[in-house]
C-alpha cells in the first residue's frame, strides 16, 4: 500500500492507496480487487477488503465505500452501512472516529482529506466527469459544514491514470476551457490529428489548490502503465479485456 507523509503526520488518521497485489483474487482481478460491482466472486471481494483493513489495523466491518456514478454528490457519514450496499455518492466525509472511508478507482483520481487541526477526513472519487462537475469542492463544503478549514486541510492525490496514457477526443477540452481558459494548460497534443493527451490528476491538483487548500501531494504513479501494481479500465479495454478489478484507496479517523 501506498501512503503520503503529510497525511501519515496527522494525529489520529490512517490513510492507504492499496495496489492490486496481496489479495485473493485471481485472473482479471488478481489479486487484491475490492470491487462488489465488478465480475468477481463477491466471496473474494469481502476478503479483499477485509485484508485491506488488516493493512490499515482496522476491523473489516469499519469500511464503506458508495455506488461510485461521477457524481457531485457527498454523503456525511454518521454510522456504516451494508458493504455492498452503499448509496449513489462520488464522495464521503465524516468526524466520527472507527469509520474507514474508502474510493474504488481504475484510473480515476482517488482523493483523500484530513484537516490536520480537527477530527475530520474526507474521500472522493474524482473522474473527469466528477472534478469538473464539482465533486472536490463538494467534499471541501461538506468538511467546512463539519467545522474544517480549507487552509488546513492536507490532501492527498492517489494513483489514476498520467498524462502519457490519457489520449482524449477533439472535443473533449471544449468543456473545461468553458469553465477557464487557463485549463489549456492540462492537455498536449496526441500523436493522433485533432487528439490531445489530458492531464487529469494535474487538473484535480490545480482545482484543490485554488479551494484555498496549501498542502496538496500526488503520487506519481500511472494506473494505466503500471500493470503490475494497479487495476485500469483503460489498459482493460485496450486489451480487450470483458473487466476489470477496483483498487481501494481508504482513510480513518482512529478511536
Given at each position: 500500500m501506498i501512503t503520503v507523509s503529510a497525511l501519515n503526520d496527522v494525529s489520529r488518521?490512517?490513510?492507504?492507496?492499496?495496489?492490486?497485489?496481496?489479495?485473493?483474487?485471481?485472473?482479471?482481478?488478481?489479486?487484491?480487487?475490492?470491487?462488489?460491482?465488478?465480475?468477481?466472486?463477491?466471496?473474494?471481494?469481502?476478503?479483499?477488503?477485509?485484508?485491506?483493513?488488516?493493512?490499515?489495523?482496522?476491523?473489516?466491518?469499519?469500511?464503506?465505500?458508495?455506488?461510485?456514478?461521477?457524481?457531485?454528490?457527498v454523503i456525511t457519514v454518521e454510522k456504516v452501512w451494508e458493504p455492498a450496499a452503499g448509496p449513489v455518492a462520488d464522495a464521503m466525509v465524516t468526524d466520527v472516529p472507527g469509520i474507514?472511508?474508502?474510493?474504488?478507482?481504475?484510473?480515476?483520481?482517488?482523493?483523500?482529506?484530513a484537516d490536520t487541526t480537527k477530527p475530520i477526513i474526507g474521500a472522493a472519487h474524482a473522474g473527469w466527469k466528477g472534478?469538473?462537475?464539482?465533486?472536490?469542492?463538494?467534499?471541501?463544503?461538506?468538511?467546512?459544514?463539519?467545522g474544517a478549514r480549507p487552509g488546513a486541510l492536507s490532501v492527498a492525490v492517489g494513483p489514476s491514470i498520467s498524462q502519457r496514457s490519457y489520449e482524449v477526443g477533439p472535443e473533449f477540452p471544449a468543456p473545461f476551457l468553458v469553465e477557464d481558459a487557463?485549463?489549456?494548460?492540462?492537455?498536449?497534443?496526441?500523436?493522433?490529428?485533432?487528439h490531445f493527451m489530458f492531464d487529469l490528476p494535474a487538473y484535480v491538483a490545480r482545482k484543490l489548490a485554488r479551494?484555498?487548500?496549501?498542502?496538496?501531494?500526488?503520487?506519481?504513479?500511472?494506473?494505466?502503465?503500471?500493470?503490475?501494481?494497479?487495476?485500469?479500465?483503460?489498459?482493460?479495454?485496450?486489451?480487450?479485456?470483458?473487466?476489470?478489478?477496483?483498487g481501494l484507496s481508504a482513510i480513518v479517523l482512529e478511536r
Open positions: 488518521v490512517r490513510h492507504a492507496f492499496f495496489t492490486r497485489n496481496r489479495g485473493v483474487s485471481t485472473g482479471l482481478y488478481a489479486s487484491l480487487n475490492c470491487g462488489y460491482g465488478s465480475g468477481d466472486s463477491p466471496e473474494n471481494v469481502t476478503r479483499n477488503r477485509a485484508l485491506a483493513m488488516e493493512m490499515m489495523e482496522q476491523p473489516a466491518s469499519a469500511l464503506i465505500t458508495v455506488t461510485q456514478q461521477h457524481t457531485n454528490t474507514a472511508l474508502g474510493i474504488l478507482t481504475a484510473d480515476c483520481v482517488p482523493v483523500l482529506f472534478a469538473l462537475g464539482g465533486v472536490l469542492e463538494a467534499t471541501v463544503a461538506a468538511m467546512v459544514a463539519l487557463e485549463n489549456e494548460q492540462f492537455f498536449a497534443p496526441a500523436r493522433k490529428p485533432d479551494l484555498g487548500i496549501s498542502e496538496v501531494i500526488r503520487t506519481p504513479c500511472d494506473t494505466c502503465r503500471e500493470s503490475d501494481r494497479f487495476f485500469s479500465y483503460r489498459r482493460a479495454c485496450q486489451n480487450g479485456e470483458p473487466d476489470y478489478g477496483r
